[in-house]
């Protein structure tokens, strides 16, 4: 736990940010009953007063302006300064990246204890900052930590470009858009249920007809391109 004089006290968290991890995460401390004070760029006092009485500050800005911010306000270097990008690597501030996506609406109470955090090793233990998050945590070693990130974005992000191209071309052929949602869902689910064998369909029997007739039936050529790299790379 952070060290404040010679007593232990509930650690206070200084939040910087407006944004939606910030919004979450201030949702989820109030839920927790747990201090915290935010500045942002609206407010109308410097960062630092604001923050004098935090004893660890929370940096949720975008990553590109993390390393500068705390260049700018030198003092903050004085308590522990937490970021949770997953792929930012910078000496004045350590990782703790919530594996998890933000969306503008607040989840359900009973989700947010459940996200894991991966936490950047070598310094501060997911302890030493969250004692009292019930919250799932990992170490990664600071040299995995690149192609962490990079996976989370192919298992996150893509899925979610091709379900919008998709949903795209169902609306052009007179298909309601949210026609394919159970589908998508009972993936996820038999997924995690069961990753082994999970997989089903034409890429899963190796039906290189089936495959062939669906290549040439995409006149995305943004779609037939993404359709051939998965045919050679998976099959």
Same mark, same amino acid.
């Given at each position: ?69 705390? #260049? *700018? %306000? ?5 308590? +522990?300064?937490?970021? =949770? ?8 501030? !350590? ?71 998709? #949903? *795209? %071309? ?5 298909? +309601?858009?949210?026609? =394919? ?8 689910? !038999? ?45």
């Amino acid at each position: 736990m952070v060290e404040v004089g010679f007593m232990k006290k509930p650690i206070t968290y200084g939040m910087i940010g407006s944004g939606r991890v910030a919004r979450h995460l201030q949702h989820y401390f109030d839920l927790l009953h747990i201090p915290f004070v935010v500045w942002d760029r609206q407010t109308q006092t410097n960062v630092e007063p604001v923050m004098e009485h935090a004893d660890v500050i929370l940096v949720l800005i975008k990553d590109d302006a993390i390393e500068s911010f705390l #260049q *700018n %306000h030198p003092l903050l270097l004085q308590k +522990p300064c937490i970021h =949770f990008s997953g792929s930012l690597q910078i000496q004045n501030a !350590q990782s703790f990246h919530p594996l998890c996506n933000f969306t503008d609406a607040l989840y359900s109470d009973d989700f947010y204890p459940k996200i894991p955090f991966v936490v950047e090793k070598g310094r501060h233990t997911f302890s030493d900052i969250f004692p009292t998050l019930p919250n799932p945590h990992y170490e990664i070693a600071p040299e995995h930590q690149k192609l962490y990130h990079a996976l989370c974005v192919i298992a996150g992000n893509f899925p979610t470009l091709l379900w919008q191209t998709c #949903q *795209n %071309h169902f609306e052009k052929i007179n298909l +309601p858009k949210d026609i =394919f949602y159970p589908y998508i869902e009972n993936i996820a689910k !038999q997924f995690i249920q069961n990753p082994e064998n999970a997989l089903t369909g034409p890429f899963a029997r190796k039906d290189s007809k089936t495959i062939a007739s669906n290549e040439a039936s995409l006149e995305d050529s943004q779609l037939k391109e993404i359709y051939t790299v998965f045919k050679k790379s998976f099959l």
